[in-house]
Antibody, heavy 121, light 108 residues
Framework: EVQLVESGGGLVKPGGSLRLSCAASEFTFSSYTMNWVRQAPGKGLEWVSSISSTSSHIYYADSMKGRFTISRDNAKKSLYLQLNSLRAEDTAVYYC??????????????WGQGTLVTVSS | DIVLTQSPATLSLSPGERATLSCRASQSVSSYLAWYQQKPGQAPRLLIYDASNRATGIPARFSGSGSGTDFTLTISSLEPDDFAVYYCQHRGNWPPFTFGQGTKLEIK
């Protein structure tokens, strides 16, 4: 069965940085668009970023552009999210989610269990 | 930007009853509308994609419908495991992915 396992979350001070990882297994990782979605405590879901299978297309939500960097290593079957200049409002569970094999992802069919990022002094 | 508004915010029903959850878009959208179920402490689970297609392994009591600005998730006969929060999500041009604020389905 498809598995996505996030890691790298933790407590960081405002202005700090973190690197999240998502290890994928049981599917052909290199064929799929991958995504990060976050959820602040007690709140709804918010799309963060997407990366195409070959990293040729990368997109960010406006509020994260310039601070977050998505990347992937297909050989290692891993997805990453570098979080810089963190703010209190970035506190959330960050989920790794699988998109599609086509260029048009319309939904997320598998999700990891999430990793919690807490930004606080 | 397209805004997805889900209603009601909370729906109180009993097992065996029919649940109807609404997702309304601020403007006419494509049929790239998905529904997710999320239980406390768990990741979202895909239920419906492209407005009416059930995801792999999703029971037939879950169905999706709608077009234009109005979409509906229907659970024909609620089971105890169905009480959770439900989100709709649209794939648009920009931003590419928008979520509704969620409907909490609780046991009456």
């Amino acid at each position: 069965e498809v598995q996505l396992v996030e890691s790298g979350g933790g407590l960081v001070k405002p202005g700090g940085s973190l690197r999240l990882s998502c290890a994928a297994s049981e599917f052909t990782f290199s064929s799929y668009t991958m995504n990060w979605v976050r959820q602040a405590p007690g709140k709804g879901l918010e799309w963060v970023s997407s990366i195409s299978s070959t990293s040729s297309h990368i997109y960010y939500a406006d509020s994260m552009k310039g601070r977050f960097t998505i990347s992937r290593d297909n050989a290692k079957k891993s997805l990453y999210l570098q979080l810089n200049s963190l703010r209190a409002e970035d506190t959330a569970v960050y989920y790794c989610a699988r998109g599609s094999v086509t260029t048009l992802t319309t939904h997320f069919d598998y999700w990891g269990q999430g990793t919690l990022v807490t930004v606080s002094s | 930007d397209i805004v997805l508004t889900q209603s009601p915010a909370t729906l109180s029903l009993s097992p065996g009853e029919r649940a109807t959850l609404s997702c309304r878009a601020s403007q006419s959208v494509s049929s790239y509308l998905a529904w997710y179920q999320q239980k406390p402490g768990q990741a979202p689970r895909l239920l419906i994609y492209d407005a009416s297609n059930r995801a792999t392994g999703i029971p037939a009591r879950f169905s999706g419908s709608g077009s234009g600005t109005d979409f509906t998730l229907t659970i024909s006969s609620l089971e105890p495991d169905d009480f959770a929060v439900y989100y709709c999500q649209h794939r648009g041009n920009w931003p590419p992915f928008t979520f509704g604020q969620g409907t909490k389905l609780e046991i009456k």
